[in-house]
């Protein structure tokens, strides 16, 4: 049985020194020093031994054990570093070489639209409301009794207006104008600002009209405030964000908040004011609603109009992007078409 021990010391040591991987060095561990392996099966049979020989053959079966434990240590570090070295070389990666292209998000026509605006009015003096100054779900005191809105005006109907079911006479805004009542509850003269936002119609959607759209509004209270600067104000708007080389007309009309009112057509980009389905075959494009804010509205507010006067207009951020870069149908800017939203680029 020592005979037998010695040559285990030689048989596993020429074998743990030819391994060259970690898992074949592990199998010569197995065979050797576990449970089933060639020195525990001799440590079975120690009880067949005489005292003295369980002594001789005990003590070297724990020698060769420990040395057989180091050397498979070591060489189990060796080879783990030469493995670690091999797969770090195959895994190396080349700084210098270019990146995958990867598609980025762009920002939506829409939101490139209402930046764009909203730059060209703080040129302009304006500054954007706070937000909590317009939100989108209204009283339908705000949105129409405070703007001079008649009990009976057709507006408030349930065919154009959205009604919710969180309490009586609370409405999804039809407009963004509840935003200068708001404002000048709470700020009082100078007032210069605008807001952009969501509005919503019981609309029948079509190419030029949508339930959901975007506007903003703008207001200027101040002494001394005429129709002409409120003309100068908007003329100066769509010579920046059209060019000068773009019809555009002044027409009157009728709001219950603004007296005198007036709205802003620009010529269809489309049809070339021809006439055709985008502009109804009238040629042009409505943009803007505008006017004098009305003596009511500014008394209902607390501002006092003998002493004050300003102006309010709201215009449609649709329209203006539809006419800007040729699109002729609202619903594309709803669909999430990539191969629409891809042609716009900052």
């Given amino acids: 049985m020592k005979d037998k021990l010695e040559q285990i010391l030689v048989d596993a040591t020429k074998e743990i020194n030819n391994a060259e991987s970690v898992q074949s060095l ?11 392996g060639e020195l525990n099966s001799i440590k079975k049979n120690l009880k067949d031994l005489s005292d003295e020989d369980k002594r001789i053959v005990g003590s070297l079966a724990n ?13 189990s570090e060796e080879l783990y570093k030469i493995e670690l070295d091999k797969k770090l070389e195959n895994e190396k990666i080349d700084i210098t070489l270019p ?19 909203v730059e060209i009015f703080n040129g ?60 000048m509850l709470n700020q009082k003269p100078p007032v210069r600002v605008i ?19 975007h506007q903003i509004e703008g207001l200027l209270v101040d002494k001394d405030i005429t129709f002409a600067d409120l003309k100068g104000i908007l003329n100066e708007f769509i010579r920046l964000y ?47 609603g505008a006017g004098m804010v009305h003596a009511n509205v500014l008394r209902n507010v ?13 215009m449609g951020v649709e329209r203006l992007t539809m006419l800007k870069y040729a699109i002729n149908d609202i619903r594309l800017f709803f669909n999430n078409d990539n191969r629409f939203l891809n042609q716009f680029r900052l």
């Fill in 195 to 213: 807001s952009p936002g969501r509005v919503y119609r019981c609309e029948s959607v079509s190419a030029r009209k949508n339930n959901l759209f």
């Fill in 63 to 75: 020698t060769v054990s420990n040395q057989l434990e180091d050397l498979i240590k070591n060489k």
């Fill in 302 to 314: 607390g501002i006092d109009p003998e002493i004050y006067s300003g102006f309010a207009f709201g």
């Fill in 124 to 183: 302009l003096g304006f500054s954007v409301m706070a937000s909590e100054n317009s939100p989108e779900v209204e009283t339908e005191y705000i949105n129409f009794d405070m703007l001079n809105f008649p009990p009976n005006h057709p507006a408030k109907d349930m065919q154009d207006t959205f009604y919710t079911k969180v309490a009586p006479n609370v409405i999804l805004r039809s407009q963004t104008s509840g935003a200068q009542i708001r404002q």
């Fill in 99 to 117: 990146s995958d292209f990867r598609m980025q998000g762009r920002v939506h026509p829409l939101t490139q639209t209402i930046n764009e605006i």
């Fill in 26 to 36: 592990d199998d010569v561990r197995l065979k050797y020093l576990s449970r089933k």
């Fill in 242 to 288: 059209f060019g000068s080389s773009r019809p555009t007309r002044f027409r009157a009309s009728y709001f219950p908040f603004t007296e005198p009112s007036a709205e802003v057509d620009v010529q269809c980009i489309m049809c070339g004011g021809k006439g055709c389905r985008t502009c109804s075959g009238t040629g042009w494009l409505e943009v803007l």
